[in-house]
């Protein structure tokens, strides 16, 4: 069936370097989303797009993150330099939005990236 | 602005027992209200949604939640608990166009 899937699903690295996310979203869904989860802050919104164009990256720090969708079936997010306290599993969720009034509906979640800088 | 609140870190509950897992939620405008379940090292899974209608959704796994306008809340619940429903629940609330904005969590543990 249908999946989000995302890779790597664990990334040791160290503080400095470059870390990139990739995450493929179910075929025909119009809507991607990037999460961040930690234990003191919870479930955090970084970035989405709708139809690969960014809606909100407020959530995102500016100065190290970027989030892009390439192409439909790509989602990427990077950190650059990558920090300990970035240290978190990053998830990818995607969904379908229809119509010009209609909310967001049920987001579907990848597995999750755990990022781990030392 | 748009918020939902989950009060209970976590809710301990016997197999066989009902449980109630609770959600309250602020915004501006009509709420469409979601429940999502996550188990250990996996992503969040959906259980549940008001968008309008009737008060009372039935959701996956014999879940249902309530929603209560007066009250603002929308409480997940189940009539009777398995160890296997043993897992984290996020409430999340949105209104218009806006992205999910989550809660806290619960962690629910059912104990045989």
């Known amino acids: 069936d249908a999946r989000v899937t995302q890779t790597p699903r664990d990334k040791v690295t160290e503080m400095g370097q470059e870390v990139t996310m990739r995450c493929q979203p179910i075929l025909g869904h119009n809507t991607v989303f990037w999460y961040r989860q930690t234990m003191m802050q919870g479930l955090e919104l970084l970035a989405y797009?709708?139809?690969?164009?960014?809606?909100?990256d407020s959530g995102m720090p500016k100065d190290r993150f970027s989030a892009e969708m390439p192409d439909a079936t790509l989602a990427t997010l990077k950190i650059q330099p990558s920090e300990p306290r970035d240290s978190a599993v990053y998830f990818c969720?995607?969904?379908?939005?229809?119509?010009?009034?209609?909310?967001?509906?049920?987001?579907?979640f990848g597995p999750g990236t755990r990022l781990t800088v030392l | 602005a748009q918020s939902v609140a989950q009060p209970e870190d976590q809710v301990n509950v016997a197999e066989g027992n009902p449980l109630t897992v609770k959600c309250t939620y602020s915004v501006s405008g009509n709420p469409y209200l979601f429940w999502y379940v996550q188990y250990p090292n996996r992503g969040l899974q959906f259980l549940l949604k008001y968008i309008t209608g009737d008060n009372l959704v039935k959701g996956s796994y014999g879940f249902e939640a309530e929603f209560n306008k007066s009250q603002t809340s929308f409480h997940l619940k189940k009539p009777s608990a398995l160890v296997s429903d043993s897992a984290l629940y996020f409430c999340?609330?949105?209104?218009?166009?806006?992205?999910?904005?989550f809660g806290s969590g619960t962690r629910l543990q059912v104990q045989p």
């Open positions: 797009f709708r139809n690969r164009a960014p809606l909100d």
């Open positions: 969720a995607s969904g379908l939005v229809l119509g010009s009034t209609s909310s967001y509906n049920e987001q579907f």
């Open positions: 999340a609330v949105s209104w218009g166009r806006r992205a999910l904005t």
